[in-house]
């Protein structure tokens, strides 16, 4: 697909998600064993022909730099167009300090956008799990003749003080948008993913920097809702968002349901992560694994049930791990016993030692930890 350019944010940190992102941009939160979340968008737009792809960044983003390389496991290693990373130094050098929302950030990268090739953009956060097929995305934008068209689904994740909304007319056309309202109502949720055309996306930006507007959909979507013609494309299938680790939690442990891998991991549009070419896991003669999602390279002597395990975790023998996640290199000592519990990468639970979250307020433990 020639005619599509791709745009990812990622420059925020989400302060709500604690220690998970307290080292780490959120868009590189590991989730479901294998991936970063930055995995999904990025396949997203592969998976429809992309070959040029942005991604904005401001800072933390080193971990985001290590996964990602030259984006050769995403067949964007080229010569002309592939993976762009767009650091904030031309913003920077005008005192922009950090960006205040994505019109700051597209403005700090316009004399990359001034270069896009293609005729159409689509542009939209990297810290959100779906299998979204973009194409058909594009074919309705062209179709409808839309302006903006925002990606929505009708069923509703996000806590309504940090969501965006839309109403839509009997003709399909978005006739209001709400930001951050008390209640959600009969609506649907704004994935703040976009369609439009590259000259409508650069007038904007020249806009919004001469008029010091920072936001999209504030500053530019709510003033123009009359005036541009927003249409949906209504996604009905599995999204995950993250508002806070327990977010975190419940989305992660919605992977052990059968129907959502199939909708998320469609092997017709396969969700493509970093090659890490580990030896497979290894299970102990006494282990017991139950209804658990187990990565390469794990070592497992002990218990698992309804728990996800990230590449080369140890659960040694007499160990106990049910309702948890896992993540990288976490070593769970003999002895030890984890119930709701989230380990960031590189944790050592110590022998003998019990952790006990609950469902609705998991127990997370920083990188790096040794309790």
Same mark, same amino acid.
């Given at each position: 697909?020639?005619?599509?350019?791709?745009?990812?944010?990622?420059?925020?940190?989400?302060?709500?998600?604690?220690?998970?992102?307290?080292?780490?941009?959120?868009?590189?939160?590991?989730?479901?064993?294998? #991936?970063?979340?930055?995995?999904?968008?990025?396949?997203?737009?592969?998976?429809?022909?992309?070959?040029?792809?942005?991604?904005?960044?401001?800072?933390?983003?080193?971990?985001?730099?290590?996964?990602?390389?030259?984006?050769?496991?995403?067949?964007?290693?080229?010569?002309?167009?592939?993976?762009?990373?767009?650091?904030?130094?031309?913003?920077?050098?005008?005192?922009?300090?950090?960006?205040?929302?994505?019109?700051?950030?597209?403005?700090?990268?316009?004399?990359?956008?001034?270069?896009?090739?293609?005729?159409?953009?689509?542009?939209?956060?990297?810290?959100?799990?779906?299998?979204?097929?973009?194409?058909?995305?594009?074919?309705?934008?062209?179709?409808?003749?839309?302006?903006?068209?925002?990606?929505?689904?009708?069923?509703?994740?996000?806590?309504?003080?940090?969501?965006?909304?839309?109403?839509?007319?009997?003709?399909?056309?978005?006739?209001?948008?709400?930001?951050?309202?008390?209640?959600?109502?009969?609506?649907?949720?704004?994935?703040?993913?976009?369609?439009?055309?590259?000259?409508?996306?650069?007038?904007?930006?020249?806009?919004?920097?001469?008029?010091?507007?920072?936001?999209?959909?504030?500053?530019?979507?709510?003033?123009?809702?009359?005036?541009?013609?927003?249409?949906? #494309?209504?996604?009905?299938?599995?999204?995950?968002?993250?508002?806070?680790?327990?977010?975190? #939690?419940?989305?992660?442990?919605?992977?052990?349901?059968?129907?959502?891998?199939?909708?998320?991991?469609?092997?017709?549009?396969?969700?493509?992560?970093?090659?890490?070419?580990?030896?497979?896991?290894?299970?102990?003669?006494?282990?017991?694994?139950?209804?658990?999602?187990?990565?390469?390279?794990?070592?497992?002597?002990?218990?698992?049930?309804?728990?996800?395990?990230?590449?080369?975790?140890?659960?040694?023998?007499?160990?106990?791990?049910?309702?948890?996640?896992?993540?990288?290199?976490?070593?769970?000592?003999?002895?030890?016993?984890?119930? #709701?519990?989230?380990?960031?990468?590189?944790?050592?639970?110590?022998?003998?030692?019990?952790?006990?979250?609950?469902?609705?307020?998991?127990?997370?433990?920083?990188?790096?930890?040794?309790?």
């Amino acid at each position: 697909m020639n005619d599509l350019h791709g745009i990812l944010y990622a420059y925020r940190s989400d302060a709500n998600l604690g220690e998970l992102t307290r080292p780490r941009n959120t868009c590189s939160l590991p989730f479901g064993g294998r #991936y970063r979340l930055i995995d999904f968008m990025l396949s997203n737009y592969v998976n429809a022909g992309i070959s040029s792809v942005g991604i904005i960044v401001h800072e933390s983003y080193q971990s985001l730099l290590d996964h990602l390389g030259s984006g050769k496991d995403w067949d964007l290693s080229r010569k002309h167009g592939g993976l762009r990373i767009l650091p904030p130094f031309s913003y920077a050098e005008k005192g922009g300090g950090e960006y205040r929302g994505d019109m700051a950030a597209l403005a700090g990268v316009a004399n990359y956008l001034q270069n896009i090739r293609e005729d159409y953009v689509i542009m939209g956060r990297g810290d959100m799990a779906i299998n979204l097929p973009v194409n058909k995305v594009l074919e309705q934008h062209i179709a409808t003749g839309a302006d903006i068209t925002l990606v929505c689904t009708p069923i509703l994740h996000g806590a309504p003080r940090y969501s965006e909304y839309v109403e839509v007319n009997d003709e399909g056309r978005i006739t209001d948008l709400s930001i951050h309202p008390s209640s959600a109502a009969n609506s649907l949720e704004s994935l703040r993913l976009y369609v439009i055309s590259k000259q409508l996306l650069l007038d904007m930006v020249d806009y919004c920097a001469a008029h010091d507007i920072q936001h999209f959909s504030r500053g530019v979507l709510q003033p123009r809702i009359k005036s541009l013609k927003l249409c949906p #494309y209504v996604h009905e299938g599995y999204v995950a968002q993250f508002q806070s680790i327990s977010d975190y #939690y419940q989305r992660s442990m919605d992977l052990l349901d059968p129907a959502v891998r199939a909708d998320l991991f469609n092997p017709a549009r396969p969700i493509r992560t970093k090659d890490q070419s580990n030896p497979s896991t290894y299970y102990g003669p006494n282990s017991v694994s139950r209804c658990s999602l187990v990565a390469d390279g794990c070592y497992i002597e002990g218990e698992v049930e309804n728990s996800i395990l990230s590449r080369g975790v140890i659960v040694e023998k007499g160990a106990k791990v049910s309702n948890s996640v896992l993540m990288q290199g976490t070593v769970v000592k003999a002895g030890a016993s984890l119930s #709701y519990v989230i380990t960031d990468k590189n944790v050592t639970v110590q022998e003998d030692r019990m952790l006990m979250g609950h469902h609705t307020y998991p127990l997370a433990i920083a990188k790096g930890s040794v309790v």
